[in-house]
DNA sequence: GGTTGACTTGGAGTTAACTCCAAGAGGTAC
DNA sequence: GTACCTCTTGGAGTTAACTCCAAGTCAACC
């Protein structure tokens, strides 16, 4: 289906880190053509795009991996997994209210600035006051 | 005023920590009694809590150093540091946007996790199906 | 048939952000 | 006055997550 080259350009990720997370398991391993080089089929690319996806908003590689060796396990394992999204949906939605919270604050923050900076314009504006 | 062992448990950082704040200059630096130990001010406080804050919000350790730096040289620096926060204000919101997205795919995931382990205890109670 | 370029591997190196350690000093408790 | 506790410092060590490197293979072009 496509090359490392390809894969690295569409998901904007590097090759070496496309091996490394298939090295240590973060994605299942990807099959090789007769030369030995990798060639990921159209699941693999799924797995890539999620896996970014889940990292980017945080979850630690760790995590994953245990998520991707159980969903390896097969239909046995389907409760485990659900329990681990469910646990890493909640630790998400834990920070995502955190950072709102900083994001008030900083809007605050800013704010004030603000009005700092317009109250030293109007002093020049009119430094007989 | 207070001593970092109580710093330390007020905030819930590690005396070490705390002490890497103020010497990688995350914190102004902190004022030593005549026997040379720390001795936080309230403003000292304050500084540590809008850290901690900051940086469990995911702002950067460096960021937040160039912020105390221009702080600390005056109201000269007013407009840098209001640009700076909008700065990461953005990115911040980004951040969050990414996750929230992020949230709603593992909500799906888990209904559709729930959906097959409901289905599957279905069959096993009326298995002549 | 040799050179080029994209790929392979295992392993070493890097970065951010702590975290730990050793050696030493000051204050208090017996 | 010595044992103990908490603090000090500078510097080394750790962890997560990449990122880079060297040595080698293979297909393709000239």
Not at 53 to 67: D, F, H, K, N
Not at 83 to 91: A, H, T
Request: charge should be neutral; include cysteine.
């Amino acid at each position: 289906m496509c090359t490392i080259a390809e894969v690295s350009r569409k998901f904007e990720l590097s090759q070496d880190t496309l091996r490394y997370y298939e090295r240590v398991g973060l994605i299942p391993r990807v099959n090789r053509n007769k030369s030995g080089i990798r060639d990921y089929t159209e699941e693999d690319c799924r797995w890539v795009e999620f896996i970014k996806c889940m990292r980017s908003a945080g979850l630690p590689v760790e995590v994953l991996i245990e998520y991707v060796s159980l969903f390896q396990q097969g239909d046995a394992t389907v409760l485990a997994r659900k329990d681990l999204l469910i646990e890493q949906r909640n630790q998400l939605m834990l920070r995502i209210e955190e950072m709102q919270k900083m994001m008030e604050r900083m809007n605050d923050k800013i704010d004030r600035y603000e009005q700092t900076i317009l109250a030293a314009k109007k002093t020049l504006q009119k430094p007989e006051e």
